[in-house]
């Protein structure tokens, strides 16, 4: 377990310390509450660490829930389990999941000559069934040679593809230089959890274009 202890999911278990007879158990519902959660966050353990410092307490009461829920309902889970725990685990992970951004056109690269305009589209997997169509979003391309060449937009500069699936955003080559692009979007998400109404999400995008001379 990376976060867990055996002795933090006794507590949460209500399982007396020096009964050892379902350890084995126990580490491996902790185990799988871990990758569950990473799983759900998008995330590795050291990109928590490496963002937080530690893993944030609210992990790692989800993580001890989870426990918990399959410690005492092992098989088959209750339905009132299974409508209360999902509810309360996703208030305490919301706020750390990592979007997902991806681009079309597979594993291959493509060349952009300088001072082409370079066609960059752009998606990014929202919580709650949500597309880029349903959010308001900016970003910025940048020469990830030269990180210092950049150029902005907005929603409104880009053109919604797949009834707003995605997105592409046309670039100007020429001030960017040569090299390779990325995107950083700035995705705000619906959350009345927060005072403005949104939470604002990060994704770093590789649209796998390389501007040559």
């Known amino acids: 377990m990376k976060w867990l202890t055996l002795t933090k999911i006794k507590q949460q278990c209500r399982i007396e310390p020096d009964f050892t007879l379902e350890d084995d158990l126990l580490t491996g519902y902790g185990t799988s509450a871990e990758n569950t959660i990473l799983n759900h966050l998008n995330r590795t353990y050291y990109d928590l660490l490496e963002q937080y410092g530690a893993?944030?307490?609210?992990?790692?009461?989800?993580s001890m829930m989870l426990v918990d829920v399959w410690y005492q309902h092992r098989s088959p889970v209750e339905a009132l389990s299974l409508s209360i725990v999902p509810y309360t685990f996703d208030i305490l992970i919301k706020p750390y999941m990592k979007l997902v951004g991806s681009i079309g056109g597979g594993d291959d690269y493509q060349t952009v000559t300088l001072g082409s305009d370079a066609k960059i589209e752009f998606t990014a997997e929202l919580p709650d069934e949500?597309?880029?169509?349903?959010?308001?979003?900016?970003?910025?391309?940048?020469?990830?040679?030269?990180?210092?060449?950049?150029?902005?937009?907005?929603?409104?500069?880009?053109?919604?593809?797949?009834?707003?699936?995605?997105?592409?955003?046309?670039v100007d080559t020429e001030p960017m230089g040569v090299g390779m692009l990325m995107i950083k979007l700035t995705v705000h998400i619906p959350d009345t959890d927060y005072p403005a109404g949104y939470r604002r999400e990060v994704v770093n995008i590789n649209p796998k274009i390389i501007i040559k001379g």
Not at 55 to 62: E, L, S
Not at 140 to 167: H, L, M, W
């Open 55 to 62: 893993v944030p307490q609210d992990i790692i009461n989800a």
């Open 130 to 170: 949500l597309t880029l169509h349903d959010v308001d979003f900016s970003g910025r391309v940048t020469n990830a040679d030269d990180p210092t060449k950049v150029q902005q937009f907005t929603k409104a500069d880009c053109i919604e593809v797949d009834e707003g699936e995605s997105y592409v955003v046309l």
